[in-house]
Protein backbone atom coordinates (compact mmCIF):
# COMPACT_ATOMS: atom_id res chain seq x y z
CA UNK A 1 0.00 0.00 0.00
CA UNK A 2 1.20 3.69 -0.77
CA UNK A 3 0.05 6.22 1.51
CA UNK A 4 0.13 10.03 1.92
CA UNK A 5 -0.37 11.76 4.89
CA UNK A 6 -1.63 15.44 4.22
CA UNK A 7 -0.37 16.82 7.69
CA UNK A 8 -2.05 20.55 8.96
CA UNK A 9 -0.87 21.30 12.27
CA UNK A 10 1.99 24.14 13.21
CA UNK A 11 2.85 22.07 16.48
CA UNK A 12 5.16 19.33 15.64
CA UNK A 13 5.24 18.41 19.31
CA UNK A 14 1.32 18.31 18.85
CA UNK A 15 -0.76 15.38 19.51
CA UNK A 16 -1.73 16.04 15.98
CA UNK A 17 2.22 15.77 15.04
CA UNK A 18 2.41 12.36 17.35
CA UNK A 19 -0.33 10.96 15.70
CA UNK A 20 1.32 11.61 12.13
CA UNK A 21 4.75 10.41 13.24
CA UNK A 22 2.94 6.99 14.64
CA UNK A 23 1.25 6.44 11.51
CA UNK A 24 4.49 7.05 9.10
CA UNK A 25 6.31 4.17 11.80
CA UNK A 26 3.46 2.13 11.69
CA UNK A 27 2.74 2.07 7.95
CA UNK A 28 6.44 1.44 7.27
CA UNK A 29 7.63 -1.05 9.73
CA UNK A 30 4.30 -3.11 8.14
CA UNK A 31 5.66 -2.98 4.79
CA UNK A 32 3.89 -0.27 3.60
CA UNK A 33 5.31 3.45 1.18
CA UNK A 34 4.55 6.30 3.27
CA UNK A 35 4.91 9.97 1.87
CA UNK A 36 4.07 12.70 4.01
CA UNK A 37 3.04 16.73 2.70
CA UNK A 38 4.05 18.77 6.04
CA UNK A 39 1.78 21.67 5.07
CA UNK A 40 3.30 23.82 8.08
CA UNK A 41 6.85 22.70 7.76
CA UNK A 42 6.13 22.86 3.58
CA UNK A 43 5.24 26.61 3.92
CA UNK A 44 1.88 25.99 1.79
CA UNK A 45 1.04 28.93 0.09
CA UNK A 46 -2.87 28.54 1.28
CA UNK A 47 -4.51 30.95 -1.24
CA UNK A 48 -5.36 30.72 -4.70
CA UNK A 49 -4.25 33.47 -7.15
CA UNK A 50 -2.94 34.01 -10.86
CA UNK A 51 0.26 32.98 -9.96
CA UNK A 52 -0.60 29.20 -9.48
CA UNK A 53 -1.68 29.55 -13.49
CA UNK A 54 1.63 30.63 -14.97
CA UNK A 55 1.83 34.23 -17.41
CA UNK A 56 -0.93 32.71 -19.54
CA UNK A 57 -3.27 33.67 -16.59
CA UNK A 58 -6.01 35.62 -18.04
CA UNK A 59 -7.36 39.21 -16.95
CA UNK A 60 -9.31 39.35 -14.92
CA UNK A 61 -8.31 35.69 -13.60
CA UNK A 62 -11.08 32.85 -14.01
CA UNK A 63 -10.24 30.09 -11.28
CA UNK A 64 -12.21 27.08 -13.09
CA UNK A 65 -10.99 28.53 -16.71
CA UNK A 66 -7.61 29.01 -16.04
CA UNK A 67 -6.75 25.90 -13.28
CA UNK A 68 -7.87 23.90 -16.39
CA UNK A 69 -5.88 25.11 -18.91
CA UNK A 70 -2.65 25.77 -16.55
CA UNK A 71 -3.10 21.67 -15.53
CA UNK A 72 -3.83 20.55 -19.26
CA UNK A 73 -0.66 22.72 -20.67
CA UNK A 74 1.78 21.68 -17.74
CA UNK A 75 1.94 25.63 -16.24
CA UNK A 76 0.52 25.08 -13.11
CA UNK A 77 2.93 26.09 -10.10
CA UNK A 78 5.18 23.30 -9.25
CA UNK A 79 4.19 22.67 -5.70
CA UNK A 80 0.58 22.30 -7.01
CA UNK A 81 1.69 19.78 -9.68
CA UNK A 82 4.21 17.64 -6.99
CA UNK A 83 0.99 17.73 -4.91
CA UNK A 84 -1.59 16.16 -7.48
CA UNK A 85 2.07 13.70 -8.60
CA UNK A 86 1.34 12.57 -5.29
CA UNK A 87 -2.06 12.06 -4.91
CA UNK A 88 -1.66 10.00 -8.33
CA UNK A 89 0.92 7.90 -6.47
CA UNK A 90 -0.99 7.32 -3.53
CA UNK A 91 -3.35 4.55 -2.66
CA UNK A 92 -4.66 5.82 0.50
CA UNK A 93 -4.81 9.66 1.70
CA UNK A 94 -4.82 10.11 5.34
CA UNK A 95 -5.72 13.77 6.35
CA UNK A 96 -4.35 14.69 9.60
CA UNK A 97 -5.69 17.79 11.21
CA UNK A 98 -7.25 19.35 14.12
CA UNK A 99 -11.23 20.28 13.88
CA UNK A 100 -11.01 24.42 13.80
CA UNK A 101 -14.32 26.19 13.62
CA UNK A 102 -16.21 23.51 12.14
CA UNK A 103 -13.84 22.10 9.40
CA UNK A 104 -10.65 21.64 8.30
CA UNK A 105 -7.37 24.47 9.44
CA UNK A 106 -7.32 27.02 6.34
CA UNK A 107 -4.08 26.26 5.47
CA UNK A 108 -5.54 22.29 5.05
CA UNK A 109 -8.50 24.29 2.91
CA UNK A 110 -6.06 26.09 1.05
CA UNK A 111 -3.90 22.50 -0.05
CA UNK A 112 -7.50 21.03 -1.58
CA UNK A 113 -8.15 24.78 -3.22
CA UNK A 114 -4.58 24.59 -5.02
CA UNK A 115 -4.46 21.24 -5.40
CA UNK A 116 -7.94 19.76 -6.60
CA UNK A 117 -7.74 21.97 -10.29
CA UNK A 118 -10.44 21.54 -12.92
CA UNK A 119 -9.50 18.75 -15.33
CA UNK A 120 -7.53 16.95 -12.59
CA UNK A 121 -10.28 16.44 -9.64
CA UNK A 122 -13.45 18.09 -11.61
CA UNK A 123 -14.79 18.65 -14.68
CA UNK A 124 -14.34 15.49 -16.07
CA UNK A 125 -16.08 12.71 -18.15
CA UNK A 126 -19.11 12.98 -19.98
CA UNK A 127 -21.95 15.52 -19.67
CA UNK A 128 -25.00 14.39 -21.02
CA UNK A 129 -28.84 13.58 -20.78
CA UNK A 130 -27.61 10.59 -19.14
CA UNK A 131 -24.35 11.19 -17.30
CA UNK A 132 -23.72 14.64 -15.54
CA UNK A 133 -19.98 14.36 -15.64
CA UNK A 134 -17.32 11.53 -13.71
CA UNK A 135 -17.99 12.70 -9.99
CA UNK A 136 -19.48 11.44 -7.06
CA UNK A 137 -18.21 8.03 -6.93
CA UNK A 138 -15.83 8.16 -10.57
CA UNK A 139 -13.26 10.45 -11.79
CA UNK A 140 -9.75 11.40 -12.05
CA UNK A 141 -9.03 9.80 -8.15
CA UNK A 142 -11.04 6.97 -8.33
CA UNK A 143 -9.61 3.53 -7.05
CA UNK A 144 -8.19 5.14 -4.11
CA UNK A 145 -9.18 5.65 -0.49
CA UNK A 146 -9.02 8.25 2.16
CA UNK A 147 -9.47 8.53 5.94
CA UNK A 148 -9.54 11.64 8.00
CA UNK A 149 -7.96 11.82 11.24
CA UNK A 150 -9.50 14.35 13.37
CA UNK A 151 -9.24 16.19 16.77
CA UNK A 152 -11.52 17.78 18.73
CA UNK A 153 -11.16 20.02 21.55
CA UNK A 154 -14.92 19.50 23.01
CA UNK A 155 -16.07 15.62 24.18
CA UNK A 156 -18.22 13.36 22.49
CA UNK A 157 -21.30 14.42 23.97
CA UNK A 158 -21.43 17.76 22.29
CA UNK A 159 -20.79 15.81 18.88
CA UNK A 160 -23.84 13.43 19.14
CA UNK A 161 -27.03 13.62 17.03
CA UNK A 162 -28.42 15.98 20.13
CA UNK A 163 -25.05 17.32 20.76
CA UNK A 164 -24.73 21.18 20.33
CA UNK A 165 -22.23 21.64 17.83
CA UNK A 166 -24.26 19.01 15.74
CA UNK A 167 -23.52 14.95 14.72
CA UNK A 168 -19.92 14.68 13.42
CA UNK A 169 -20.92 12.95 10.66
CA UNK A 170 -22.97 15.76 9.35
CA UNK A 171 -20.07 18.44 10.42
CA UNK A 172 -17.51 15.67 7.97
CA UNK A 173 -20.18 15.76 5.46
CA UNK A 174 -18.48 18.29 3.09
CA UNK A 175 -14.80 16.65 3.06
CA UNK A 176 -16.08 13.07 2.93
CA UNK A 177 -18.54 13.40 0.45
CA UNK A 178 -18.23 17.44 -1.24
CA UNK A 179 -14.30 16.98 -1.77
CA UNK A 180 -12.92 13.29 -1.29
CA UNK A 181 -15.72 11.05 -3.11
CA UNK A 182 -16.63 13.83 -5.35
CA UNK A 183 -13.60 13.19 -7.85
CA UNK A 184 -14.27 9.33 -6.67
CA UNK A 185 -12.14 8.31 -3.55
CA UNK A 186 -13.84 5.83 -1.52
CA UNK A 187 -14.07 7.60 1.89
CA UNK A 188 -13.10 5.22 5.22
CA UNK A 189 -15.31 6.02 8.60
CA UNK A 190 -13.12 8.43 10.76
CA UNK A 191 -11.08 8.56 13.61
CA UNK A 192 -11.93 11.10 16.09
CA UNK A 193 -10.45 11.52 19.20
CA UNK A 194 -12.86 14.08 21.51
CA UNK A 195 -11.99 15.88 24.28
CA UNK A 196 -8.35 16.26 23.17
CA UNK A 197 -7.53 19.56 25.06
CA UNK A 198 -8.23 17.69 28.54
CA UNK A 199 -5.97 14.79 27.56
CA UNK A 200 -3.23 13.98 30.29
CA UNK A 201 0.22 12.19 28.76
CA UNK A 202 -1.49 9.14 30.49
CA UNK A 203 -4.25 8.89 28.08
CA UNK A 204 -1.61 8.41 25.18
CA UNK A 205 -0.76 4.76 25.00
CA UNK A 206 -4.36 3.87 24.93
CA UNK A 207 -4.50 6.56 22.01
CA UNK A 208 -1.54 5.34 20.23
CA UNK A 209 -2.98 1.71 20.37
CA UNK A 210 -6.33 2.69 19.28
CA UNK A 211 -4.79 4.79 16.28
CA UNK A 212 -2.30 1.69 15.21
CA UNK A 213 -5.09 -0.62 14.89
CA UNK A 214 -7.22 1.62 12.71
CA UNK A 215 -4.03 1.75 10.10
CA UNK A 216 -3.63 -1.52 10.15
CA UNK A 217 -6.54 -2.46 9.07
CA UNK A 218 -7.11 0.45 6.45
CA UNK A 219 -7.58 -2.13 3.37
CA UNK A 220 -10.22 -4.02 5.08
CA UNK A 221 -11.82 -1.74 6.59
CA UNK A 222 -15.82 -0.83 4.93
CA UNK A 223 -16.13 2.61 3.09
CA UNK A 224 -18.90 5.08 3.94
CA UNK A 225 -21.30 3.74 1.71
CA UNK A 226 -22.30 6.72 -0.15
CA UNK A 227 -24.36 6.80 -3.51
CA UNK A 228 -23.10 7.06 -7.20
CA UNK A 229 -24.41 9.38 -9.26
CA UNK A 230 -24.67 8.19 -12.47
CA UNK A 231 -25.32 4.89 -11.26
CA UNK A 232 -29.22 5.12 -11.42
CA UNK A 233 -30.13 6.63 -7.36
CA UNK A 234 -30.30 10.72 -9.17
CA UNK A 235 -32.37 12.13 -11.71
CA UNK A 236 -30.39 13.52 -14.33
CA UNK A 237 -29.74 16.57 -14.51
CA UNK A 238 -31.43 17.65 -12.09
CA UNK A 239 -29.64 15.18 -9.48
CA UNK A 240 -32.39 15.30 -6.66
CA UNK A 241 -32.42 11.33 -4.98
CA UNK A 242 -35.53 9.21 -6.66
CA UNK A 243 -38.20 9.01 -4.30
CA UNK A 244 -38.83 5.96 -2.90
CA UNK A 245 -34.94 5.74 -2.53
CA UNK A 246 -34.85 7.55 1.04
CA UNK A 247 -34.76 5.45 4.12
CA UNK A 248 -37.92 5.38 6.70
CA UNK A 249 -37.10 9.02 8.07
CA UNK A 250 -33.87 9.97 6.88
CA UNK A 251 -33.27 13.58 5.95
CA UNK A 252 -30.58 15.80 4.72
CA UNK A 253 -26.91 14.57 4.34
CA UNK A 254 -28.30 10.90 5.46
CA UNK A 255 -30.18 11.03 2.08
CA UNK A 256 -26.90 10.01 -0.06
CA UNK A 257 -25.50 7.39 1.87
CA UNK A 258 -27.09 3.99 0.93
CA UNK A 259 -29.43 1.77 3.68
Not at 174 to 189: Q, S, T
Amino acid sequence: MKTLIVYAHPEPKSLNGSLKDLAVSTLENAGHEVRVSDLYAMNWKAVVDAADYGPSASTPLKVTRDSGRAFDTGTLTPDVVAEQEKLLWADTVIFQFPLWWYSMPAILKGWVDRVFTFHFAYGVGEHSDTKYGERFGEGTLAGRRALLSVTTGGPQPHYAPRGINGPIDDLLFPIHHGILYYPGIEVLPPFVLYGTDRMTDEDYPDIAKAWKQRLLTLESTEPIPFRRQNFGDYEIPSLNLKEGLEPAGRTGFGLHVRA
